[in-house]
T-cell receptor
C-alpha cells in the first residue's frame, strides 16, 4: 500500500514568494496532520483535519500560513509570503482515528533564502 | 494538558549493549502512548504503541516498552544495540478528551551506536 505522499521533497525559494506544500494521505484515513520540524523547536503540530474539516489550527504560526483539505485524498499547506524563519522540514501524517497511530510522509525540506 | 518528557537528548551505547531510552508522561486520562523512530532525511516511523491491552508492548526491530502507571513511564528498551539502530527516537502521547487524535511529542533522543 502507498504511504503518505508529500511533494515536493525539497523546495528552495526566495523570501516573499508563495510556497505550496502538498500531501496525499493514506486512503481511508480520516485524520490528516501537518507538522513542522526544526532544530530549535522540535516537532510542532500546525493543524489537523478530521473528515476534511479543520479541527485545531492553534499551531499555525501566523496568518501567512493557511491549510486546506478540499477532499479526502489531498491537502495543501501554503505560506504567503514566505520568510527565512519558515525554513524547516514540513511533515504530513494521516491516521484512522483516535488511538490509532499516525503514518508520516517523508517530509518537504523547505529553504527560504 | 498532556505532555511527555524524554530524559537525555543524546544517548550513546556500544554495539551489542542494552538500549534504554526514557520517557515519562503526564495525562489526566488513560493515555495512548507511542514510540516513533526517525532516520536521517526520513519521516517518523512507528516502533510500537500502548493502548491499554498489555503493559509490555513489543514493537519492530526488537524494541519493546513497558507501561508503568505508578511511575508514569513508558521507557523504550532493546537488549542488544545494532549499528542500524542509530536514529532519533520520539515518545508521544494522545487520548486527551476532545483532543481528537492529536499527538504530543517529546523533544526526542538521538541514539548513537558505537563499535
Amino acid at each position: 500500500d502507498a504511504g503518505v505522499i508529500q511533494s515536493p521533497r525539497h523546495e528552495v525559494t526566495e523570501m516573499g514568494q508563495e510556497v505550496t506544500l502538498r500531501c496525499k494521505p493514506i486512503s481511508g484515513h480520516d485524520y490528516l496532520f501537518w507538522y513542522r520540524q526544526t532544530m530549535m523547536r522540535g516537532l510542532e503540530l500546525l493543524i489537523y483535519f478530521n473528515n476534511n474539516v479543520p479541527i485545531d489550527d492553534s499551531g499555525m504560526p501566523e496568518d501567512r500560513f493557511s491549510a486546506k483539505m478540499p477532499n479526502a485524498s489531498f491537502s495543501t499547506l501554503k505560506i504567503q509570503p514566505s520568510e527565512p524563519r519558515d525554513s524547516a522540514v514540513y511533515f504530513c501524517a494521516s491516521s484512522l482515528g483516535e488511538g490509532y497511530s499516525q503514518h508520516f510522509g517523508d517530509g518537504t525540506r523547505l529553504s527560504i533564502l | 494538558a498532556q505532555s511527555v518528557t524524554q530524559l537525555g537528548s543524546h544517548v550513546s551505547v556500544s554495539e551489542g549493549a542494552l538500549v534504554l531510552l526514557r520517557c515519562n508522561y503526564s495525562s489526566s486520562v488513560p493515555p495512548y502512548l507511542f514510540w516513533y523512530v526517525q532516520y536521517p532525511n526520513q519521516g517518523l516511523q512507528l516502533l510500537l504503541k500502548y493502548t491499554s491491552a498489555a503493559t509490555l508492548v513489543k514493537g519492530i526491530n526488537g524494541f519493546e516498552a513497558e507501561f508503568k502507571k505508578s511511575e508514569t513511564s513508558f521507557h523504550l528498551t532493546k537488549p542488544s544495540a545494532h549499528m542500524s539502530d542509530a536514529a532519533e527516537y520520539f515518545c508521544a502521547v494522545s487520548g486527551a478528551p476532545g483532543g481528537g487524535n492529536k499527538l504530543t511529542f517529546g523533544t526526542g533522543t538521538q541514539l548513537k551506536v558505537e563499535l
